[in-house]
């Protein structure tokens, strides 16, 4: 049906940036929503940015400033571009894409990528 494969994660000094990707295939008709999120082992996930069809990015008051998160609609496509990284966004962060399918274009169904690893350290 609907794949999500993320990439970019990765080992990184603070202070140092990485740039997330998402990628979405299968069957997608039209995507409503594309967002990043993040989670710590012991924590609940949480909402990093998200980007709604037609609407402005949103972004988490604790990477506002730092994080940009953008979409290629052509490619299908979420990425997540991370400056002056702190130890504290250490986390498996995930993609989550709100899609619909050519064989029910007006129903929107939820989809997670399987995880990207940062981890912000000396």
Partial sequence: ??????????????????????A??????AINYMGWYRQ???????LVAQIISGGSPDYADFVKGRFTIARDNG????????????PEDTAVYYCNVQVS?????????????????VTVSL
Avoid: H
């Fill in 1 to 22: 049906q609907v794949q999500l494969v993320e990439s970019g994660g990765g080992l990184v000094q603070p202070g140092g940036s990485l740039r997330l990707s998402c």
């Fill in 24 to 29: 979405a295939s299968g069957s997608i008709f």
């Fill in 40 to 46: 710590t082992p012991g924590k609940e996930r949480e």
């Fill in 75 to 86: 490619k299908k496509m979420v990425f997540l571009q991370m400056n002056d990284l702190k």
């Fill in 101 to 117: 399918t050519y064989r029910s274009r007006w129903s929107y169904l939820d989809y997670w990528g399987q995880g990207t690893q």
